[in-house]
DNA sequence: CACCTGTATCGACAGACGTCAACATAGACA
DNA sequence: TGTCTATGTTGACGTCTGTCGATACAGGTG
């Protein structure tokens, strides 16, 4: 195995059927769970900055050794990355000596459809 | 007082400077931390389905008597609306015997700014 | 092969977090 | 005033989480 099926819930549907816009009705208990795993995972500042540092990289990816000077150490690092990557959020590929990160487009834009419907609510 | 500015940082700006989109460049250190605080408030899954049902009631806005049949104690309930609060996510506001929470648009509409820009990129 | 660099894992620790029972407070009503 | 309901606060408990140093693994280079 590679990097492949960390959360296997996030592999064979892009997350759509996880989330009712937030807005629509009350969340159920299951789509509750699956949601907060998602905002969670971005509810550290290192990770959303090793996050951010990967989605605003050329090309959407980013080497590791690229975007780890944010403050904690090497394995701190890898273990946020791993959270990122275990919370779908990230995805890994190892390129001969250096191992790339990218982005998870279908995650994000169903996290941001969710928020995007509750701002326009009130 | 009574609910007001329980997170200084939100009162004054409507945390629009806040974040850049997320694709923009990697965010600051400050940056990170104010957004995580959001993310973090919304990284549980009580505290998500305590959100919806709020976002999702009629008007925006509701009785806590209303949402908290979420499968926790009633302290329980009370403490994570008071980390909503806090986040910036909800306000309250009492009337008469009970206590009405609502959504604060401005911040999601920050959350979901950043993110939908984070999903367009890759 | 040995050695070096980049990344992941392990083990340990302090601090944060979610939860509850018990108690406190606020308002309505008699 | 007293009592009842609705909500918030306190204190305690076990668990999760972020962090690090030490170590292991992978791949390149000599």
Redesign the pocket.
Known sequence: MSNAKVLPLLEPEPVAPCCPPLTERPMSADEAEVAARMF?AL?????LRLFSAVASHEGGEA????I?DV?????????????LKEAGLLS?E?R??????RVEPSVLAAMGALLAGAAKAA
């Open positions: 969670k509810g550290d500042p290192v990770r080497c590791v050794c690229d780890s403050g904690v150490s090497q394995p701190t690092v890898s273990h946020h990355l791993k959270k890994s190892r001969g000596t250096w191992v790339y990160y």
